[in-house]
């Protein structure tokens, strides 16, 4: 499973767009880029993937960039309540071990007031 | 989003016994069900993947004889964590993916906090 690498952590003003970065030099063509979140002591949240074209849905944009060495999760507008570690993953296929997911360390992310 | 859902939530027992947690996907089957632990401040470890009628995946360094899973149904995995001792205090999370769509995302339960005493 390709790495990745994530800061440990960062700070966002509430009403702010919070940028979350996430190196994956070693993606290969066919792994998929998937973001989740956990709030604490709760299992974690599921936020947006892609695979080569930029993402958004209702939560998040995903901007990959057009190595796919790395990538970009958008929060447009944090609030108090986006405060939670962020996991970026480089999930295999289905058919390379069941596409399990491997969790990094994650960025904690706090939004402040 | 899909539904999964895990019992008990928490649970506290004595050293020794075994304790079983439940992991259904609620309005979606799955094939594949995956297991994760976490320790206080670090990320979650995945411990082994289930599927649906054979024997689970372990991954390297976990004792499939004390983490027992079993993926009966579709819907149904459960982890049994037997003989449990201090140590195995933990925060367990199942996730489960629904396998008739290629690169869907996985959907986690809410977690279950295990202390052994």
């Known amino acids: 499973d390709a790495k990745t690498t994530q800061p440990p952590s960062m700070d966002c003003a509430e009403g702010r767009a919070a940028n979350l970065p996430c190196n994956h030099s070693?993606?290969?063509?066919?792994?998929?880029v998937y973001w989740y979140r956990q709030i604490h002591s709760q299992g974690p949240q599921y936020i947006i993937h892609?695979?080569?074209n930029n993402e958004t849905n209702e939560m998040a944009s995903l901007i990959i960039t057009e190595d796919r060495k790395s990538s970009t999760l958008i929060l447009p507008h944090a609030t108090l309540r986006d405060t939670a570690v962020y996991y970026c993953?480089?999930?295999?296929?289905?058919?390379?071990?069941?596409?399990?997911?491997?969790f990094g360390q994650g960025t904690e992310l706090s939004v402040k007031p | 989003g899909a539904v999964v859902s895990q019992h008990p939530s928490w649970v506290i027992c004595k050293s020794g016994t075994s304790v079983k947690i439940e992991c259904r996907s609620l309005d979606f089957q799955a094939t594949t069900m995956f297991w994760y632990r976490q320790f206080p401040k670090q990320s979650l470890m995945l411990m082994a993947t289930?599927?649906?009628?054979?024997?689970?995946?372990?991954e390297q360094g976990v004792e499939k004889d004390k983490f027992l899973i079993n993926h009966a149904s579709l819907t149904l995995s459960t982890l049994t964590v037997t003989s449990a001792h201090p140590e195995d205090s933990s925060f367990y999370i199942c996730s489960a993916r629904k396998d008739i769509l290629l690169n869907t995302e996985a959907f986690f339960g809410q977690g279950t906090r295990l202390t052994v005493v």
């Open positions: 892609g695979l080569k």
């Open positions: 289930s599927n649906e009628g054979s024997k689970a995946t372990y």
């Open positions: 070693t993606i290969s063509g066919n792994e998929y």
């Open positions: 993953i480089v999930r295999a296929p289905l058919y390379n071990q069941g596409g399990k997911l491997i």
